[in-house]
């Protein structure tokens, strides 16, 4: 995995655990917002003004917190407004790119790396090196690389530049969307992951439990309602859908979070399908890529073998979410 020491790339394999051999996942560092006029976000400083051209993200088709910002550029219609690097080369010391942007110069071995934007933006950084990135191209400094504050950022703070004016984080909706956003992450979006990097039997149970509590939940809620939290979709629905997408092609097997799959559960399977047909959507995904990126994950899968399966075409028939009703 790697991370930076005082601004320099080091290489380390070793995952972040606690002393019961439980994943810990280090919190994001750069917390800045890009908002309409350039005031202050909810954390961080001001200066990051919405402009067109201003601002590019650093990204990779197998991550699923950098899934949630390419789907709502796609939803937003931001393209033009934000650029976007996909990451495309192998993942030696950390994220790689085979094109630079602006005046970053590739490597000894020709490649552009994203510990190169962390430098330029804190010559001393220590931490994690991370996807999504969002880069302030006019003050070369890094703005946000925490997926669920960019998300915010492009329903909101793009207004002046995009034409779609649907908000997927509705105030009168927001303590409903914040408390299942939340239940969401810490059972199932982070939970697939404190399965598969456990260091104890004791983290992997625990992590498989609440993982499964939570497609159970899931699986109920939807029985009732169009979307997770009502009627109309939002923000809670796209944060959990790239991980519901990957579930079965990779956390089922490569995590180990195999009792159930997502295709098991009607309302899931159905619900999922609906999503991943939603206009624009299935162009934000790479099957093939992201069970590579996962599978290439030696410290996890040694052999490097990513599997055949599964079959993942049952994406594509129709979906019976029809039956309950939808505000828009």
């Given amino acids: 995995m790697g991370h930076m020491m005082n601004g320099k790339w080091v290489d380390d394999d070793r995952i972040t655990a606690d002393v019961r051999g439980a994943f810990v996942r280090a919190d994001s560092q750069f917390r800045s917002w890009v908002t309409d006029d350039g005031s202050a976000g909810p954390s961080g400083s001001d200066g990051f003004k919405a402009e067109p051209g201003r601002y590019h993200l650093f990204v990779s088709y197998n991550c699923p917190w950098a899934h949630r910002t390419i789907i709502f550029r796609k939803l937003k219609k931001l393209e033009d407004e934000v650029s ?21 110069q590739p490597e000894k071995d020709g490649v552009f790396r994203l510990h190169q934007v962390y430098a330029a933006a804190d010559a001393n950084y220590t931490g994690k090196v991370t996807v999504p990135t969002l880069w302030d191209r006019e003050r070369r400094t890094i703005v946000n690389n925490e997926s669920s504050e960019i998300i915010r950022m492009f329903n909101s703070g793009f207004r002046t530049h995009t034409n779609v004016t649907y908000d997927f984080y509705p105030e009168e909706l927001r303590d409903e969307i914040d408390r299942i956003n939340d239940f969401v992450y810490g059972h199932f979006n982070n939970g697939v992951y404190r399965a598969g990097f456990a260091r104890s039997q004791e983290a992997y149970d625990e992590a498989v439990k609440k993982v499964l509590i939570c497609l159970d939940q899931m699986e109920q809620w939807l029985d009732e309602r169009r979307y997770l939290v009502g009627d109309r979709i939002t923000e809670a629905d796209w944060r959990a859908f790239p991980t519901l997408l ?26 999922l399908r609906e999503l991943y047909q939603w206009p624009g959507i299935k162009e934000t995904f790479d099957l093939q890529k992201t069970k590579s990126g996962y599978y290439g994950q030696r410290n996890i899968n040694p052999t490097g073998i990513v599997p055949i399966g599964p079959d993942m075409s049952h994406l594509e028939l129709p979906h019976d979410r029809e039956r309950l009703r939808a505000a828009v």
């Avoid at 192998?90 to 602006?102: F, H, L, N, R, V």
């Fill in 246 to 271: 990957r579930f079965d092609p990779v956390y089922h097997g490569h995590f180990k979070c195999n009792l159930r799959r997502v295709q098991d559960y009607p309302n899931l399977r159905n619900y």
């Fill in 84 to 104: 976007m690097s996909l990451a495309d080369r192998p993942k030696t010391a950390g994220w790689a790119y085979s094109e630079t942007i602006d005046d970053f």
